[in-house]
């Protein structure tokens, strides 16, 4: 819950949150090393100074280091976890369901743990989604599909592998579909870039959410292009709110894109922590304001209500989740203004 | 690698290439480093601070360099390490170019098919799919809208938006050799891909869709709205590298310095 100097409260729902395992003896390979060096990176490049972590601490933070940094310190209500297995960088995983699980039964009541899935796992991977299914009860699952899978260097949305996952989702009730499209590992092809693939599913499979985690950054564009068109496709913002202390004037651009093709309601915030905490990152956002000219380029200021929709209004639904009547919109959320103004008559991509 | 073509021989009144000062050789190395982009970007490699060392010999030089993440894209490493060898190779007084990736999860593949003159398929036989062509050309769209938006946002502030959407090709040359530089440079870098995108005519439109059709000012808001997310994207990407070169540098992990590099690459 962040409070305002005015007084009004807003919910907060951190949608992209890890707990991982980075400590030596946990990496399988060098891979295990530069992979936690690209992070270490981030995070020393988008964190304030005074705000920085020690390396050793950055490899490993735990339950309670993520619990202080979320729940005490961060201003998070609701933390969304999103599982990254890497076991063939790291021996028991980087950052596994398994190991979320560990922050979810510490805080159940404030934690969302969601499941993953890799379709090329076939029947196999299928058994394995209702066994954990079974145990932990998800709302949504993580995908990678830029990910290596033996000899796969990754999969499209298209591939026919697909859609029993998905059929098999909305059976089980799991409705939101995270989909990591950014930065990458093993960037090989390029289709690890593309986010074309999500509109073709999300045509698809309308009764489910796909969650565009970092907003198909490098591609923002291709991606605000695809979900402007397609209402159940929402921006999973992790890594653009980093931007808000080292690069404003970035951060401000690139969400004032979103803003004007996706409008208010499909965005999601995420401090994709422990890259970056969000503690600072919900601080700088709330005080943060356009300027005039990119306030025209968004079509919208930000309003409180704005904010209130991004930081947490947005996701509650999306996860169900209970907002607190004092930090509720003074205005319906606006369900039914989900299309975007921006199609149409655009033709440079013509 | 030899080069095909042997030196030219100074003529009369010229300076022999072999008394050319090391500062200067050492400048024409940077500023032929300075015409290789990354495609992705679309900055040279010089002002991303890609460049880590440059050793030159007698006709000799090796390029070292260093990405931002030890994961940076293959195929963009690919074409920024081809495009520099050839880029000092056309040198006069460079006889032997090689180009050597370091801390790169592709480093030894890169290197060695480098040198070797193989093509990105060939390197990463069984690996990568897609056509690097098709990677390339795609970023070379952006690339062309990005650059127009920036044309367009700077002549529309000056002469009006029907005005710059009235422009021909031929006036696309002589705005690349406007008085302001911010314009000039805007001008040439937008003319050097539209020239290749369109085979345009000095008579045909400067302003052109990737499909080739003239920007008209009914669509002008839209259009320009569109290509400036591009121009946004690239731009906040570009400062991402940056973020994480710095970083890499200032704040380096134990392990990931250059005392830890392994000869033959990281993927052997």
């Not at chain 1, 796992?121 to 990678?144: S, W």
């Not at chain 1, 950054?217 to 921006?235: K, L, Y």
């Not at chain 1, 422990?274 to 200021?301: C, H, N, Q």
Request: hydrophobic share 40%; proline share 6%; charged share 25%.
């Amino acid at each position: 819950m962040y409070v305002t100097p005015q007084g009004d409260r807003v919910f907060v729902v951190d949608g992209h949150i890890h707990l991982w395992d980075a400590r030596p003896q946990n990496r399988r390979n060098r891979y295990g090393l530069t992979f936690i060096e690209s992070f270490w990176g981030s995070h020393v490049g988008m964190t304030p100074p005074d705000e920085r972590w020690a390396f050793d601490r950055f490899c490993h933070y735990g339950v309670e280091g993520a619990a202080k940094d979320l729940f005490d310190d961060g201003y998070v209500d609701v933390a969304v976890m999103l599982p990254t297995d890497l076991r063939e960088f790291y021996v028991d995983g980087f950052n596994t369901t398994d190991q979320c699980a560990a922050l979810k039964a510490a805080h159940p009541d404030k934690v969302v743990l969601n499941g993953r899935f890799d379709p090329r796992d076939g029947p196999r991977g299928l058994e394995r989604l209702e066994a954990d299914h079974a145990k932990y009860r998800f709302k949504g699952v993580k995908l990678y599909t830029a990910e290596w899978n033996g000899a796969s260097k990754g999969y499209t949305l298209r591939d026919d592998i697909v859609a029993p996952y998905m059929e098999k989702c909305i059976a089980l009730g799991i409705k939101n579909i995270h989909v990591h499209k950014g930065p990458t590992i093993h960037p090989l092809n390029l289709d690890a870039f593309d986010v074309r693939d999500v509109d073709y599913v999300a045509t698809a499979f309308p009764a489910l959410n796909f969650v565009v985690d970092h907003c198909g950054m490098p591609r923002i564009d291709d991606f605000c292009w695809i979900a402007g068109q397609e209402p159940n496709v929402f921006g999973g913002l992790a890594l653009i709110p980093s931007f808000i202390h080292a690069r404003p004037k970035y951060f401000g651009e690139m969400l004032s894109d979103l803003l004007f093709f996706l409008g208010p309601d499909r965005l999601i915030f995420g401090s994709d922590y422990g890259i970056t905490s969000p503690k600072w990152i919900v601080e700088k956002f709330m005080a943060y304001e356009f300027p005039d000219d990119l306030a025209r380029e968004a079509g919208t200021v930000l309003t409180l209500e704005v904010k209130r929709k991004i930081l947490g209004l947005n996701a509650a639904r999306l996860y169900d989740l209970a907002v607190p009547p004092e930090c509720a919109p003074l205005r319906p959320a606006g369900d039914k203004e989900q299309t975007s103004r921006a199609q149409g008559d655009v033709d440079a991509r013509a | 690698m030899r080069k095909a073509t042997s030196m030219p021989a100074p003529e009369g009144g010229g300076t022999a290439v072999d008394t050319i000062p090391q500062d200067d050789r050492r400048a024409a190395v940077v500023a032929a480093l300075d015409t290789v982009l990354d495609p992705e970007l679309d900055e040279p490699v010089t002002t991303m601070g890609f460049i880590e060392a440059i050793d030159l010999g007698e006709a000799s030089v090796e390029i070292t360099f260093r990405l931002p993440t030890f994961w940076c894209s293959a195929n963009f490493a690919f074409l920024m390490a081809s495009d520099m060898r050839c880029a000092v190779e056309q040198l006069p007084f460079i006889e032997t170019a090689s180009v050597r990736l370091v801390d790169h999860f592709a480093a030894g593949k890169i290197n060695r098919g480098v040198e070797a003159g193989l093509g990105f398929a060939a390197i990463f036989s069984g690996e990568a799919e897609t056509d690097l062509d098709e990677i390339r050309q795609a970023f070379r769209e952006r690339a062309f809208l990005g650059r127009q938006d920036r044309l367009l946002e700077l002549l529309a502030a000056r002469i009006g938006v029907d005005a710059t959407l009235a422009m021909t090709v031929a006036d696309l040359v002589a705005c690349s050799r406007h008085e302001e530089a911010d314009v000039r440079g805007a001008a040439t870098r937008y003319f050097a891909m539209r020239r290749h995108e369109g085979a345009a005519s000095a008579e045909a439109p400067a302003f052109v869709t990737l499909a080739g059709v003239a920007v008209a000012p009914a669509g002008y808001a839209a259009h320009r709205r569109m290509i400036r997310s591009v121009r946004a994207a690239a731009a906040a990407n570009a400062e991402l590298c940056r973020i994480y070169l710095a970083a890499r540098r200032s704040h380096p992990v134990p392990g990931c310095g250059p005392e830890h590099r392994q000869d033959g690459g990281d993927d052997d």
